[in-house]
């Protein structure tokens, strides 16, 4: 399909590891987002990644990009209450064409 | 404080009823923009501007005007609203050195057109 596409649904157990998947679009994507919504905001920037590199880390997150399978990943190790968000994934074809996957809804149980 | 607000948060209005939806950044951000958040969809980019008096439309600007007069203020303007156009609406600013676009977003307004 045309569409960056995440799966909707997430739930972990507080302490282990989340893995959020995302599959984009545009091989020629340039930069590649991770944002995160808590209930009731908008939208907060957690990291990004540039097209060339294949992963960056960033305290608790871990970002994967596989550019031949078009699949980024963002993986939160140790995750917490406080982590319950939907995460969305977002690719940029160029500066004001960005792109958004629906969103995952992660749940974190205690 | 660094931060964009959107006025007003919440809006219940009906058919055919001109409304606007402001939008304010004290970053002194070159770029704003407006999404549309609708369930089971991403954020979907109505309008854009890269600084004052250019605008330029996204994905999804019918039904939607904009205007950017001021470098801070970008409101979105609904002629005629329609049910159709019930949403959860996004502003958001960044600067534009660089290629990466970090933008800050807005609480959302939730509009509900009967």
């Known amino acids: 399909g045309e569409d960056v596409e995440q799966s909707l649904f997430l739930s972990v157990r507080e302490g282990d590891s989340s893995v959020i998947n995302c599959t984009y679009t545009?091989?020629?994507?340039?930069?590649l987002y991770w944002y995160k919504q808590e209930p009731g905001a908008g939208l907060q920037l957690l990291t990004y990644?540039?097209?060339?590199?294949d992963m960056k880390q960033d305290q608790r997150l871990t970002v994967l990009l596989n550019k031949k399978d078009k699949h980024l990943s963002l993986r939160i190790a140790d995750t917490q209450t406080g982590d319950s968000a939907i995460y969305f994934c977002?690719?940029?074809?160029?500066?004001?064409?960005?792109?958004f996957g629906a969103g995952t809804r992660l749940t974190v149980k205690p | 404080e660094a931060q964009v607000t959107q006025n007003p948060r919440y809006l219940i209005t009906v058919t055919g009823k001109k409304l606007t939806v402001t939008c304010s950044q004290n970053?002194?951000?070159?770029?704003m923009s407006w999404y549309r958040q609708d369930p089971g969809l991403g954020l979907r980019q109505i309008y854009y501007?890269?600084?004052?008096?250019?605008?330029d439309k996204g994905d999804v600007p019918e039904g939607y005007k904009v205007s950017r007069k001021e470098k801070r203020n970008f409101p979105l303007i609904l002629e005629s609203p329609s049910p159709n156009q019930t949403s959860l609406y996004f502003c958001?600013?960044?600067?534009?050195?660089?290629?990466?676009?970090?933008?800050?977003f807005g609480p959302g307004t939730r509009l509900t057109v009967l």
């Open positions: 545009d091989s020629s994507s340039t930069y």
């Open positions: 970053m002194n951000h070159e770029y």
């Open positions: 501007s890269m600084n004052v008096e250019v605008t």
């Open positions: 977002a690719e940029s074809l160029s500066f004001n064409d960005m792109r």
């Open positions: 990644i540039f097209s060339n590199m």
């Open positions: 958001a600013s960044s600067w534009t050195s660089g290629r990466v676009n970090e933008q800050f």
